[in-house]
């Protein structure tokens, strides 16, 4: 008890410390809004250190963790043998301003993975990626809008930033600040899980529909699976209106299986856009798909893209160590904690009859504070986020750090113990209950 109190006190000291240096030199203490914790309440943390299943505040205060920053960690943090090759590429230097062998090692590893990228282009962040594939979309069909899905997240591409208008087949409206109108009014918006919305859209505007993007599981409202059909029904409707579809798997590629979404659900797109696990924690991002569409990039092709930091060394070495570490036995793990994890949380909240529901994919997993898992965006917004906020401090009380806000994914990673699991059921259980 007493030592629990000192590490809390301390807590309150070094990592003040730092907050306070942050606070003074970024927007809202942080370099990325999620981490100031404003939809959880309570101090952010400063961590310092990172190992396995678990990180340390810059108290020596130990967390078992659930963030996974926000996804690259599929085999957790630090694994030894991505360190290892990280450190091994340090020291023959680069990037070079020239391709190296790093950078067709990686691409080969993901093509062999996900064969629908015949030809893919490295660039630094899911953001880039993202954005590189809409101008590709925009060039290849000659046309301009693009379809999103509310609760969609694809990085902060201006065009991208539209949120929810309302209802359907609605012309969005810029959701951040800066973004013109005249782009914003290029992004369209339909309903995750719901077809007959974009039916709608390309009934509205079929001639102008460059692209549906979509998250083929939706993971930044939350985990919301795809509906059985909703996946293929995009797929029937892009290609009967001549129009792409790009499935944004900076989340779920390698992570919901090693060839992503598509693999899983048996749909292919046309273009694919992936970040986070193919560079093991290390800024990148990619972009590829069928090869007549890559062709247009330049130099090949008229659609310019480029980037100083693509492909670097460093970023191709740390993600060829961890693909090369997810084999079919790792995935099963995964499976089985995960589903450990789904498990333990369901009966916790039958038997303590709490308002919430659990939704996973793999080793995607949500807890809503809302009586069934949602199926949309719409739905999403119905959970309770005070609850959510409430049982996020209890679960950090208890030394488990879950990602600050009710509609992010839990990432649940290799280095998860049974042990681990277990703890986390039980801490759950208690916090729910209070
Ligand atoms: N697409 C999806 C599906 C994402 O989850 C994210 C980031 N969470 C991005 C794109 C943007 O990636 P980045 O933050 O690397 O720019």
Redesign the pocket.
């Known amino acids: 008890m007493t030592a629990t109190r000192t590490a809390v006190t301390a807590t309150a000291t070094v990592s003040a410390e730092w907050r306070g240096r942050a606070e003074g030199l970024f927007p809202g203490g942080v370099n990325?809004p999620v981490r100031a914790y404003r939809a959880v309440g309570g101090e952010p943390p400063i961590i310092v250190r990172g190992d396995g299943a678990r990180v340390w505040d810059a108290d020596g205060v130990e967390y078992l963790d659930y963030v996974g920053a926000?996804?690259p960690f599929i085999l957790g943090h630090a694994h030894p043998a991505v360190v290892a090759a990280v450190t091994d590429q340090a020291r023959r230097g680069g990037p070079f301003g020239a391709t190296s062998p790093g950078e067709v090692e990686l691409a080969e590893r993901i093509r062999d993975a996900m064969p629908s990228l015949e030809r893919l282009r490295f660039v630094s962040?899911?953001?880039?990626?993202?954005m590189s594939a809409l101008r590709l979309a925009r060039a290849a069909t000659g046309r301009e809008l693009i379809v999103k899905f509310e609760g969609?997240?694809?990085?902060?591409v201006d065009s991208l930033l539209a949120q929810a208008g309302s209802g359907l087949a609605t012309l969005a409206l810029p959701a951040s600040g800066g973004v013109p109108a005249a782009v914003a009014s290029g992004t369209l918006l339909a309903r995750y899980n719901d077809l007959a919305s974009v039916r709608a859209l390309f009934a509205a505007h079929g001639e102008g529909i460059a692209a549906v993007i979509v998250?083929p599981v939706a993971?930044?409202m939350g985990v919301v699976p795809p509906a059985a059909g909703f996946l293929e029904g995009l797929r029937t409707l892009t290609r009967e209106h001549g129009a792409l579809l790009i499935f944004?798997?900076?989340?779920?590629g390698f992570r919901v299986a090693r060839g992503g979404a598509q693999s899983r659900y048996g749909v292919v797109p046309d273009l694919t856009?992936l970040?986070?696990i193919i560079g093991g924690g290390l800024?990148?991002?990619a972009y590829g798909g069928r090869a007549d569409l890559m062709a247009l990039i330049a130099p090949s092709g008229p659609v310019y893209q480029a980037g100083t930091l693509s492909g670097h060394p460093l970023a191709m070495a740390a993600g060829c160590a961890t693909l090369d570490l997810l084999d079919p036995d790792l995935y099963d793990g995964l499976e089985r904690s995960s589903a450990a994890l789904e498990a333990g949380l369901r009966g916790a909240i039958e038997e303590l009859e709490a308002r919430a529901s659990v939704s996973r994919v793999g080793s995607l997993l949500t807890l809503f504070f809302r009586h069934t898992a949602p199926r949309d965006f719409d739905e999403v917004r119905e959970a309770d986020s005070d609850a959510f906020a409430r049982f996020h401090a209890a679960m950090r009380e208890s030394r488990i750090l879950l990602p600050p806000a009710s509609q992010e994914a839990w990432f649940v990673s290799a280095a998860h113990t049974d042990a681990d699991i277990q703890r986390t059921i039980g801490a759950a259980r208690d916090a729910l209950g209070a």
Not at 125 to 130: C, I
């Open positions: 990325s926000f996804g962040s899911g953001t880039e990626a993202v969609g997240y694809h990085g902060h998250e993971a930044n944004d798997e900076v989340i779920t856009t970040g986070k800024p990148v991002g």
